[in-house]
């Protein structure tokens, strides 16, 4: 056995490490003196000490850390939960990446343009399948558009209203630095109005957006907000996959059971369509999912969710990159 100080000396942890992960149940001392309070680690306890000095250094979340120490003789357990961390340390550091790509974007935005080419067909038919999502909210303009994002990563159309989320991905090539720019929902529905033939290409020069579509050329200012940081939403499928055919979705919802529910201490209500998908009740806005089976056309879906509070996920196995997400209408 030894001491609190002895083991912070051994596991490079500090005393008031071993503390904290005490409290939380992470590490928990073999023995603590009923007098004293002086905790009192045993031999085997310098390794697992080591561990969590290890997996917190490299910022892995305690819940993780807690569950690799309960299985640590459990190679394929430990394993999973190594591999996950990993995956999130390295869309970080995509993320990262991006984010400063963007940031040197604005830095030579006033000279500097980025050029998207791609086709008419593609660029209508990907602002059509998000335009829905388009937030009205005035108090919140970073919404109230579709975002082009263009990086080296691809070139995704984006919008949302926080009840949802839609993700497209254009087949374009860009042509200077990457770039996050607003459309604003006026220039959008001028495009959704234009016959979809030819190339296109979008050109975003500090504020200023000309988009040559169809024969004609449209311009307009991007809206002036930043536009939130959509995936991490995106990124993960959920525990949940259903496997569906759109048109029989289609009538199995038609014949789903409503529920009426409070939204809020004001004592306002709505109407909740209730899903039952595989052994999880969800409950979600008809008319969102409809527009978003719309966006999606005819075919098969599959439709993702970690439970009946997280965000339900429509996918096409075709286009691994787009979803539409919504968020449930708590039940209960």
Do not use: C, K
Not at 211 to 236: C, H, N, Q, S, T
């Amino acid at each position: 056995m030894r001491g609190i100080g002895r083991l912070a000396r051994e596991s490079g942890l500090t005393v008031s490490a071993l503390r904290f992960y005490d409290g939380a149940g992470v590490l928990v001392p073999a023995h603590v003196d009923p007098h004293s309070s002086y905790r009192w680690y045993s031999d085997d306890q310098v390794l697992v000490a080591r561990l969590v000095a290890r997996l917190r250094r490299v910022g892995m979340p305690l819940a993780d850390i807690r569950r690799v120490i309960e299985h640590r003789d459990d190679p394929a357990v430990v394993d999973a939960v190594l591999e996950a961390h990993l995956r999130r340390l390295e869309d970080g550091l995509a993320d990262a990446r991006r984010e400063l790509l963007h940031a040197r974007s604005l830095l030579a935005q006033e000279s500097a343009m980025t050029v998207v080419r791609t086709t008419s067909t593609a660029l209508i038919d990907g602002l059509r399948a998000v335009r829905s999502a388009v937030g009205t909210d005035p108090e919140l303009p970073m919404l109230s558009g579709v975002l082009l994002d263009a990086g080296e990563d691809g070139v995704r159309v984006v919008a949302s209203d926080r009840y949802r989320l839609a993700v497209r991905t254009l087949t374009a090539e860009l042509d200077g630095p990457a770039v996050s720019a607003i459309l604003p929902v006026a220039l959008v529905d001028d495009l959704l109005a234009l016959t979809a033939s030819g190339p296109a290409t979008v050109r975003v020069e500090g504020p200023d957006l000309t988009v040559e579509a169809g024969g004609r050329v449209l311009g307009g200012r991007r809206v002036d907000a930043d536009f939130p940081d959509y995936r991490p939403l995106v990124r993960e499928s959920g525990s949940h996959q259903v496997d569906v055919d759109v048109a029989r979705f289609r009538q199995e919802l038609d014949a789903a059971p409503t529920r009426t529910v409070p939204t809020g201490p004001d004592g306002a209500e709505e109407t909740a369509t209730v899903l039952t998908l595989g052994d999880v009740e969800l409950g979600v806005n008809r008319e969102f999912l409809l527009q978003a089976l719309d966006a999606e056309g005819a075919g098969q879906l599959v439709l993702d969710l970690d439970g009946p509070l997280a965000p339900l996920a429509l996918r096409d196995p075709a286009r691994p990159g787009d979803v539409t997400l919504l968020m449930p209408i708590r039940l209960t």
